[in-house]
């Protein structure tokens, strides 16, 4: 069937073009890329200048963290968890809603509001809890970066460090924002799920009604299923999303007034995350779970989940989207870090100073990913089950941040007009109730088995 | 005289004059409009609400305040009208530091403490920026006082002056009733403040620039970064815009009302004085990455028959920034450049020398349409400080200066 000389080419099958030009690649293909890029760059640039802070925190949402975490929900629980996406939905909406509205309004970061209206010892405390739950999440990129590349057969020993190198010296050398472009545009290796989801022919049926209708109780008695639901949500809403959401919207310089365009990217933003997500569960449910690989261990498994869309490529195209999302997040995590916790105890801070300015800024996050891709070289170290941990932790830290923000954003002096709506203070409250529980059951759980 | 630092005030117990405890320090206050350094009162959290203890009638701060008169003679606290709160308005909150020309945050405020006769005096002395205020709050009540004052001597402190420090209010009301000027702010170079501003909110950007004398100002904002120009701008009331882009550079000005919307400019545009509008709307026409969208119209040009004595006096009379006079034009009587003088062959010459024996060769120069590129060239090529521009018919029509260019080269680096 394949075409081996240019005369078997066949026109009208849009496959054979593929094949053909990948067969005589590399100038064939460049030479189509090249007329595909003239023709469409504007507009590719065009909608990656509109792009909003709220579509690339969505993006980075989607991060090592997430893909394992929804491969893992899919495989272990087939659909057993889908039906968590639409309440996941509408408390990230709301949550992200929140959280821009606040920087368009007051025009600070979420730590400075926290600093001056709660003062300096609570938020020395939640710096602290910051700083360990990011460090779990740097731990969890790297762990990423680690999966994809020994797919390749590349050993973590050295790929780890050399992608530490290249994001510290991304970030130090200001070169952050030319690069954002090719990752965000790299993050359209998600769509790939979608498709996978697709072609793996899964049972529509039962997959939508799935995520209708609640779990029978039964559910909730299998062995860390509670623990899972809190990883999901650690991992949707996650709290560095939050700093980091609230200072890009800053920094953009975004008005009350400007604020409608910005609550379009949320929502476009926080929807297409969770379209992902509930691909990626269906499509390992459909996979990984169907054929019984109930337990994800490394990117190899993991990968199989694309087997429907690529075949015995399966792997290129995971390990391509697991490490573009590990080595974006990467690159925003330990900085948003670093600018959180200094802003909220008043470090100076800011790639635009030199280390001697803000030692404090450049160290924590030079310190940051030199342990965190550190922790990765321990021989033997299950990535899987760290970085699943991580997001559990992030679910564990949310109800306190959401505690905060709700605090913050229903105060008159700050918000003015723009404070909750009752039904933002019930979803919001809801969540964290919520998540308390969620976190309490998980503890008393691991209690009866210890 | 001894330092008390302000959070080891707050909380502590106070007594009246009966020997009894009423309450604790919730507040420590100024009254500007009186005194800017001396601590007015005390606001004393009692069971029966809030009170206004004086300072003039505490006798003593040793652990507690000891009031000199009884608990019923405090008056009821109604609002903070007028009353600066340390803890309030200071504490936690980002304020100028106008010596070292950035934005902080205040973690403590050193209160210094003196006795007059049977009276303490509290004085504001100055705000701790440093960690040996945050570790006596996160300590604080934790550690024991004696472990905890051994620590802090440990450390040296980050102190501002209060004299050098510069508060933010955004609300204007408030600003007026408790004296808040930017007098210190305002003697800073203005790319200092530019850069301060650059760090702030955008309501206490607004709140500066609303305060600061027009010509500062403007000076400032020709050195802000120009997304943050553009939202300053829109931020501030036309007539105050107006006021400001009065006294900016014109060729500075016109590009940033070329970036507002249309409607925002116009309305600048009408409440500005008739002659730097005309001015200021001639460069709107221009394409801004043209020569003639980076050009001045401020600049000093002289008949042909001019001699160094009308140059100096020219000098003297003129009034657009200093940017632009590093070099004289000579133009004939239909306005066609004829020639150029350095200031600096200028003052070498004699007062009677005519300026036509003074140019210099050869006369370069641009036409309006020259794109960046073209102008940065001629810049480079021929080492200028200043290129004229000039329109079809070869008339002078406005300059260039060296800073635009590398405005220019800067934001595409």
């Avoid at chain 1, 409608?260 to 969770?274: K, L, P």
Wanted: charged share 20%.
């Amino acid at each position: 069937m394949v075409p081996a000389r240019i005369s078997d080419f066949n026109y009208s099958d849009p496959r054979s073009a593929f094949i053909l030009s990948s067969r005589f690649a590399p100038p064939c293909l460049c030479i189509v890329l090249m007329k595909f890029w003239k023709r469409w760059k504007t507009r590719i640039l065009l909608s990656l200048a509109v792009v909003g802070p709220g579509f690339i925190t969505a993006n980075v949402d989607n991060d090592a963290g997430g893909i394992w975490t929804y491969s893992s929900a899919g495989a272990q629980f087939g659909h057993l968890l889908l039906w968590t996406m639409i309440p996941i939905t509408l408390a990230l909406i709301v949550v992200q809603e929140m959280t821009a509205r606040m920087g368009a309004v007051t025009g600070k970061g979420l730590s400075d509001l926290i600093r001056e209206e709660f003062g300096f010892r609570i938020t020395f405390f939640m710096m602290i809890g910051i700083l360990i739950t990011n460090f779990g999440n740097v731990v969890a990129e790297f762990a990423g970066i680690a999966g994809s590349l020994e797919l390749f057969g590349l050993s973590k020993y050295y790929t780890v460090p050399i992608c530490a190198v290249i994001v510290w010296l991304i970030v130090v050398k200001g070169q952050y924002k030319s690069v954002e472009k090719v990752f965000l545009a790299a993050s359209f290796f998600y769509i790939t799920y979608i498709v996978a989801g697709v072609l793996a022919k899964p049972a529509w049926g039962t997959a939508m009604l799935a995520t209708v209708k609640p779990p029978p109780a039964s559910a909730w008695r299998e062995q860390g299923y509670v623990y899972m639901v809190i990883g999901l949500v650690g991992t949707t809403i996650a709290p560095w999303m939050q700093f980091y959401l609230q200072s890009s919207i800053v920094e953009k310089g975004v008005t009350p007034r400007q604020y409608r365009a910005s609550q379009i990217d949320v929502i476009t933003g926080c929807i297409f995350t969770d379209v992902v997500a509930w691909f990626i569960i269906v499509a390992c449910a459909a996979t990984l779970y169907t054929h019984g690989y109930r337990n994800v261990q490394d990117a190899k498994d993991a990968a199989q989940a694309l087997r429907p869309l690529a075949g015995d490529y399966a792997y290129i195209l995971f390990s391509m989207g697991l490490f573009n999302a590990s080595l974006f997040a990467a690159s925003i995590l330990p900085l948003s870090t670093a600018y959180t916790v200094c802003e909220g105890l008043g470090f100076e801070s800011g790639v635009g100073q030199k280390f001697g300015e803000a030692p404090v800024f450049y160290w924590l996050y030079t310190i940051l990913i030199v342990t965190g891709a550190g922790v990765i070289l321990i021989p033997n170290l299950p990535l899987v089950k760290i970085t699943i941990l991580s997001q559990v932790v992030n679910g564990v830290v949310l109800p306190f941040v959401l505690i905060f923000m709700l605090l913050l954003i229903n105060k008159k002096e700050l918000m003015g007009q723009y404070v909750n709506s009752r039904l933002f203070n019930v979803i919001a409250w809801a969540t964290t109730v919520v998540m308390i529980g969620l976190t309490i059951a998980w503890f008393l759980t691991l209690r009866a088995q210890g | 005289m001894s330092t008390l630092a302000l959070t080891e005030l707050l909380g502590q117990p106070v007594v009246d004059s009966a020997g009894r405890t009423c309450g604790r320090v919730r507040e420590v206050a100024l009254t500007p409009q009186e005194d800017r350094v001396l601590v007015s009162v005390l606001i004393v959290k009692t069971r029966a609400g809030d009170r206004l203890l004086p300072l003039q009638s505490v006798s003593a701060i040793n652990g507690k305040v000891m009031a000199s008169t009884a608990s019923s003679d405090w008056k009821a606290t109604n609002g903070s009208e007028g009353l600066f709160l340390l803890e309030r308005d200071l504490l936690d909150q980002q304020v100028i530091d106008v010596h070292g020309r950035k934005v902080v945050r205040v973690n403590d405020v050193d209160l210094n403490k003196d006795s007059v006769g049977s009276r303490q005096v509290l004085k504001v002395g100055s705000v701790d920026v440093g960690a040996r205020g945050a570790v006596r709050r996160l300590l604080k009540g934790v550690v024991p006082t004696g472990a905890l004052q051994f620590l802090l001597n440990q450390i040296p402190p980050r102190v501002i002056p209060w004299e050098f420090v510069d508060l933010i209010e955004t609300d204007p009301a408030r600003r007026v009733k408790l004296k808040i000027s930017h007098e210190r702010l305002a003697k800073l170079h203005p790319a200092d403040i530019a850069d301060i501003v650059e760090e702030l909110a955008p309501s206490e950007r607004e709140a500066v620039f609303e305060t600061l004398d027009e010509q500062v100002a403007a000076g400032a904002l020709e050195e802000v970064d120009p997304k943050v120009q553009k939202s300053i701008l829109e931020s501030l009331d036309s007539d105050r815009a107006a006021e400001i882009v009065e006294e900016m550079q014109p060729d500075a000005a016109a590009d940033l009302l070329a970036d507002l919307t249309q409607e925002k400019t116009e309305s600048i545009l009408e409440e500005m004085a008739p002659a730097e509008r005309e001015e200021v709307s001639g460069l709107l026409e221009f394409k801004e990455d043209s020569a003639a969208g980076r050009m001045t119209t401020e600049y000093i040009a002289l008949p042909v028959g001019a001699t160094t004595h009308d140059a100096i006096e020219a000098l003297r009379k003129f009034e657009g920034g200093v940017e632009t006079v590093s070099t004289f034009f000579l133009t004939d009587s239909r306005g066609t450049l004829a020639g150029m003088v350095p200031l600096a062959k200028l003052v070498l010459a004699d007062a009677k020398t005519p300026l036509l024996s003074l140019t210099q060769e050869p006369l370069i120069s641009c036409h309006a349409d020259a794109s960046d590129s073209e102008v940065a060239e001629l810049f480079d090529k021929y080492n200028l400080l200043t290129l004229p521009v000039t329109d079809d018919a070869n008339k002078l029509t406005g300059v260039i200066t060296s800073d635009d260019v590398i405005n220019v080269l800067r934001s595409k680096l």
